[in-house]
């Protein structure tokens, strides 16, 4: 798997799982991922959520993404960076899969929405690839 076989994966598959740390405790939770290419993987959150505080104190994260067709699984690791441009966020409210944030934008169900949407970007810098059918052969790790 080479890295444009990665973000594919990644945009064939946008449900992932994000790993944080929570004092001595990590945490695990899905997420829906926005974009992956070659300037960064893409998602958001809201800053009054747990997974932000834990973000903002340990930016260091690792996400999976399954591809249960293929049974393969890949986890990417790296330091995420908050994105605060407005016009981005008013990109991502205003996508078709995204109708829940245009609905808190603009029917004014979210106050101070720019300062509540919180974008992160991971520059990754490592992925581990495991299949099935390597499943007792160990797992593929690639430098991002």
Not at 42 to 51: A, C, L, M, Q, S
Not at 56 to 74: A, H, M, S, T
Not at 77 to 103: C, M, V, W, Y
């Amino acid at each position: 798997m080479n890295r444009q076989d990665v973000f594919e994966l990644m945009k064939s598959n946008p449900a992932f799982f994000l790993a944080t740390i929570d004092g001595n405790q990590t945490r695990v939770r899905g997420m829906l991922l926005y974009r992956a290419d070659e300037s960064g993987i893409v998602f958001h959150t809201g800053t009054f959520k747990d997974v932000y505080k834990q973000i903002q104190n340990n930016p260091r994260v690792e996400l999976c993404f399954n591809d249960f067709k293929k049974g393969i699984q890949l986890r990417v690791s790296g330091n995420l960076t908050e994105l605060t441009d407005h016009a981005l966020k008013d990109e991502i409210a205003r996508h078709p899969s995204r109708g829940f944030l245009r609905q808190w934008k603009e029917e004014g169900k979210m106050e101070d929405f720019y300062n509540k949407l919180a974008v992160f970007q991971l520059q990754p810098d490592s992925a581990t690839v495991w299949s099935m059918d390597r499943n007792f052969s160990g797992k593929e790790e690639l430098a991002l």
